[in-house]
């Protein structure tokens, strides 16, 4: 398949070699998402509440993205929308172990991600078949990302989109000759710079391109250590004829970043939400694990010899267990992302899109364990868990307009290839450590275990549109299979096969116009297929008896959306509301025995479903044409059905009638900006209400108010350059101390656990920039 594919592309560019003399005209992006996909953004608009569509649907620009301090996740912009929960505990919202998005409830496992049409997974931590916006794309080279916070478009090449989809979709490459730049430096001495050339239209015919960097080196804002990453981005577009055109990227990203410590309740009122890894004090980490083994060696025996009789058995005040805090982690990742895709207009009415696309993983998670000491060396030893994905696809789009009718089918193949391994790697005794934990382990002394996984995906969907005056249509169905097989190549974990499949999810919904305003109305289907991994919520991540218990009745997640609302507009204001039902049923919970940091199996099993309703409003007011208010609520109530009950029909945990775990019942976010192009003020506020972190509420973390504020002032043009600014931004402004994160480690059913990351402090940043 790979080789074809490849193949495939080869030929495309030798097309996109012969110039065409064209109209500048924007093609659909690549693989837009089926027939009812949200219109183009207009003009200047930072906020597009999706006029004309069926579903509940709003876009994020590129001109509000560029009001984040440079280098934020794309994530961190669409927090204000309502129904988006966003969090992390860094000010870029870039620190993968902690960011977490969800809609409505629905947490970022049962959501969908794609980047130009191209599958992202679902950009969870332990991704095993994508990788996180924040690696797939520099954030100056977002054109627009946007948000369908219940059904999401009948072609998306997700699997996973049980409750909502966000699509985002690269800029194109400018039609004339530019350069972009910026440069930033704030807390914590963080860096980071920018630069991107466009080469504007290089033979007359259509053909462009852009080459772009980024860097950034972030300092943790407590503890010892950054987050780091180069990424280089290119693309190239070849214009054929009016309407068709080839294009062509690829994406790098190399992302090393220090952890942050875990923390519980216990740990914030005992520590301080300052609580951190003990690097680079290397001589307390050892005097951990020493008592941590003689406290161990006690327990066997109370007349044993203690290993380390000079460390004692009692941790320093105010430390009262090994996993208050470890010597260091930290998350390494490499990636190479790239694809071409033809749009091609057969006739006046029927246009081809095809996307090919590949991606290369190479990543590990390395943790300091003082669990398991090296043999004849120190107490502690490194614990990576490795991520190797080999994956390759096709999109293909053909879409029929004859008249008021639309009609598009189209169809997604993915062949994965995921390698799963755990590992520990030896530290010499000696008094500082003998590796690095931001580089990349080799030759480990034991494996835990070492699994191959093959995913293969197979979709088809068929969508229609059909207008009658003011009165739209949509209706279609998707089906698909997803196959999942597992063959361990070490250690005890299952292997077998299993698929998910159902060949008719439908989609129906209708949007009618009256005046300045729209009513819509929406419901759809949606199924989760099970992921394919040797950790986490997967049926592979425990043993050959518990995998053959589970696998002939386990069954895959699945949701049924209702969605009604209002949309309208007059002069500069324009505002949606709208409310939703959803029945989400086979809920799969994974319990894990112990410490999440130990990974150890997991057992999966259906417990029932869940209820989830509400109501969002949104609105936008242009005071005056530089002037802006932007305001967002929504109400959630999301409660699990059923308590969990055991395969002996016991009582496991009384979870009916509990709120769903990081599902806050009440969000606000407003935002100020003044923007005439030259002089630039903005402020932002969020507030989040309550949030639980147990299965039966007994623990949470209470409700905050963020506010974030930028201020700039272009200077005008500097010879070549044009538009210079100077911009200053602060995050975290009234400098709250809050828990961010919820569920680093997961969940438990009760009691307080190591499963927070604290949010970060006051920050502040200056950037220069030009050219954007």
Do not use: C
Request: proline residues 4%; hydrophobic residues 35%.
């Amino acid at each position: 398949m790979l080789r074809s594919m490849l193949l495939t592309g080869s030929a495309l560019l030798a097309i996109a070699a012969t110039p065409v003399l064209a109209e500048d005209v924007p093609p659909a992006p690549a693989a837009a998402a089926a027939a009812d996909t949200p219109a183009a953004t207009e003009g200047n608009e930072v906020v597009v509440l999706g006029f004309g569509q069926a579903r509940q649907v709003q876009t994020i620009t590129a001109a509000d993205i560029e009001r984040q301090t440079p280098g934020t996740t794309p994530l961190k912009a669409l927090a204000k929308l309502p129904g988006v929960n966003f969090q992390s505990a860094d000010a870029f919202g870039a620190y993968e172990w902690s960011s977490r998005i969800s809609l409505r409830g629905f947490n970022q496992n049962q959501l969908g991600f794609t980047l130009d049409g191209i599958p992202l997974g679902d950009m969870s931590y332990g991704n095993a078949n994508g990788l996180h916006i924040s690696r797939a794309i520099i954030s100056e080279n977002v054109g627009s990302t946007t948000v369908a916070q219940g059904a999401g478009a009948l072609g998306e090449a997700s699997t996973s989109n049980l409750g909502g989809t966000l699509q985002f979709f690269s800029r194109r490459p400018s039609d004339s000759f530019g350069i972009a730049a910026s440069g930033t430096y704030g807390s914590n001495d963080t860096y980071r710079g920018f630069a991107r050339v466009d080469s504007g239209d290089i033979t007359g015919g259509g053909l462009r391109g852009y080459l772009s960097y980024g860097y950034l080196e972030a300092g943790k804002w407590k503890g010892d250590g950054v987050q780091r990453q180069h990424q280089a981005n290119a693309k190239l577009v070849q214009d054929i004829g009016e309407r068709g055109s080839i294009t062509a990227f690829f994406n790098f990203s190399d992302r090393r970043e220090n952890d942050y410590q875990d923390l519980s309740l216990d740990m914030i009122r005992r520590l301080g939400y300052d609580a951190d890894n003990l690097a680079p004090d290397y001589a307390r980490a050892l005097q951990f694990a020493q008592i941590y083994n003689n406290q161990v060696t006690r327990a066997g025996s109370a007349t044993a010899t203690l290993p380390y009789p000079n460390a004692g058995l009692t941790f320093p005040s105010p430390y009262t267990s090994v996993d208050d805090a470890y010597f260091d982690a930290a998350g390494l990742r490499r990636d190479y992302l790239t694809g071409i895709t033809l749009d091609a207009p057969l006739t006046e009415a029927v246009t081809l899109s095809v996307t090919g696309y590949y991606h290369d993983n190479h990543g590990q998670g390395v943790w300091v364990t003082p669990y398991l000491g090296t043999p004849g060396g120190a107490p502690l030893s490194i614990r990576t868990t490795e991520y190797d994905i080999n994956r390759g696809g096709t999109i293909a789009r053909l879409k029929v307009e004859t008249g008021d009718n639309m009609l598009e089918v189209g169809g997604w193949y993915e062949s994965n290839s995921f390698r799963n391994a755990r590992r520990f790697y030896g530290l010499a005794d000696q008094a500082t450590p003998s590796r690095k934990v931001l580089s990349f382990q080799k030759n480990p002394f034991a494996t835990q275990f070492d699994v191959d996984f093959q995913t293969d995906t197979k979709l088809y969907y068929v969508s229609d549109r059909l207008t009658l005056g003011q009165l739209t249509l949509t209706g279609g169905w998707k089906g698909y299979e997803v196959t999942n097989k597992a063959t361990p190549i070490v250690g005890t974990l299952a292997s077998g096969t299993i698929d998910a499949r159902d060949w008719f999810l439908p989609q129906v919904g209708a949007v009618y116009g009256f005046g300045p305003a729209e009513a819509f109305v929406t419901y759809t289907e949606n199924m989760r297929a099970f992921v394919s991994a040797a950790v986490g919520a997967s049926p592979f991540a425990t043993t050959q008896e518990g995998f053959d218990l589970i696998r002939g009745g386990l069954k895959p997640e699945k949701s049924k959306t209702a969605e009604a609302g209002v949309r309208f507009r007059s002069g500069g204001f324009q505002g949606s509301i709208a409310g939703y039902y959803v029945d989400f049923s086979n809920r799969l919970l994974a319990y894990t025995d112990g410490p999440g940091i130990l990974g150890r199996p997991v057992r999966l099993q259906n417990v029932g479903g869940v209820e989830n309703y509400g109501a969002e409003a949104t609105a936008l007011y242009k005071i005056a044409a530089p002037f802006s208010i932007f305001a967002s609520y929504s109400y959630n109530h999301s409660e699990y059905k059923d308590d969990v009950i055991g395969a002996n029909g016991a009582l496991i945990t009384a979870t009916r009638g509990k709120t769903v775990v990081d599902s806050p019942r009440h969000m606000a976010k407003g935002e100020i900006v003044f923007d005439d192009g030259r002089f630039l003020a903005r402020v932002g506020a969020d507030y989040m209400s309550r949030r639980y972190f147990t299965y039966t509420n007994d623990q949470s973390v209470g409700d905050r108010v963020l506010v974030d504020a930028t201020i700039g002032y272009t200077i005008g043009d500097l010879g070549s350059l044009r538009g210079v600014r100077i911009e200053g931004s602060a995050t975290n402004l009234l400098d709250k101390r809050y828990v961010a994160t919820i569920g680093s480690n997961g969940y438990t059913a009760s009691g307080d656990s190591q499963t927070l990351l604290a949010g970060a402090p006051r920050q502040f940043f200056v950037t220069l920039r030009t050219g954007l």
